[in-house]
Every structure is written in structure tokens, then in C-alpha cells.
């Protein structure tokens, strides 16, 4: 249980238009809200360090050799099936691991974990090279998306 109260704090800091739209840029505009919800919880297993610096800026995920890797492939429709990033591994870890209904029993406690994404603000055209360039350039550019 804890271990999902921790995922879901960790979570809410990358719950964001901006890393979503980074999640967007990397899956060529295929990153639906449980997709984003799943790349939340890759980023948090990808460690300390890295999570820090893409919770910070967005645009950190460039300097991620997988992420490098991805952009290097030719965009996302020509991924092999071994090249796309487990995102949604992570997110199961806690309810397989306990022993009952997990969300019962943290809603007995009064506690609830995010079920999905709940970015907040306004959200902006996620496929427009003006935005990708004013918010995530560094990642834009590695996945050509802007000039």
C-alpha cells in the first residue's frame, strides 16, 4: 500500500500538459491519457536522478539514451515491438502485490491514488511546432518536429 501512496506522489508532480505533450512528442502523437498515465509511472521507475531532472524540465527526456534511441528509429510507426518503452509495467506493481482490493482498502483509510491523468490548466494543440518549440524544443528537434 505504500508503495502505491508513493507512486501516486511521485506521479502527481509529472502530471502536467507539458510532460504530456513531451510523452506526445516521443510517441508521435499517439500518447492517449492511459498512455500518459503509464509514462508517469516509467518516468518515477527510471530512478532519482533522472525523474528530478524531467519533473524539473520536460525536455530532459532528450538526453535519455532509450529516448535518443526512439528518435533515432524513424518515428514511432516504425518501432519494432521491443523498441517501445514499458511504460505501463510499473503501474501494476502495488495491486499485484497486495494481498486484497487495494483501492478498498485506501479508500477505507480515505486515501485515493490517481486512476488517471488529471492535468491542470489549459491545454494547449500538443502538435503545433510553435508549442513543441516554446516548451519541449530539445526533444522537438531529436524527433523532428520542429526545424
Known amino acids: 500500500m505504500e508503495f502505491a501512496l508513493r507512486l501516486d506522489e511521485v506521479r502527481r508532480r509529472v502530471d502536467t500538459w507539458t510532460h504530456w505533450q513531451a ?51 524513424g518515428g514511432v510507426h516504425a518501432w519494432a515491438d521491443d523498441d517501445w518503452p514499458a511504460w505501463e509495467g510499473l503501474d501494476y506493481v502495488a495491486a ?6 487495494l483501492e478498498a482498502v485506501l479508500a477505507s483509510r480515505g486515501l485515493q491514488v490517481l486512476v488517471s491523468p488529471e492535468p491542470e490548466g489549459e491545454r494547449w494543440d500538443f502538435a503545433d511546432p510553435a508549442e513543441i518549440s516554446a516548451r519541449v524544443p530539445r526533444l522537438g528537434a531529436l524527433f523532428g518536429k520542429v526545424a
Do not use: M, T
Open 23 to 73: 510523452a506526445d512528442v516521443i510517441c508521435g502523437g499517439l500518447c492517449s491519457d492511459d498512455g500518459f498515465f503509464y509514462f508517469q509511472a516509467w518516468l518515477a521507475g527510471q530512478g532519482r536522478a533522472v525523474f528530478e531532472s524531467v519533473a524539473a524540465s520536460p525536455d530532459a527526456l532528450a538526453d535519455l539514451p532509450h529516448v535518443q534511441f526512439l528518435a533515432s528509429r
Open 96 to 101: 499485484e502485490a497486495f494481498d486484497g482490493d
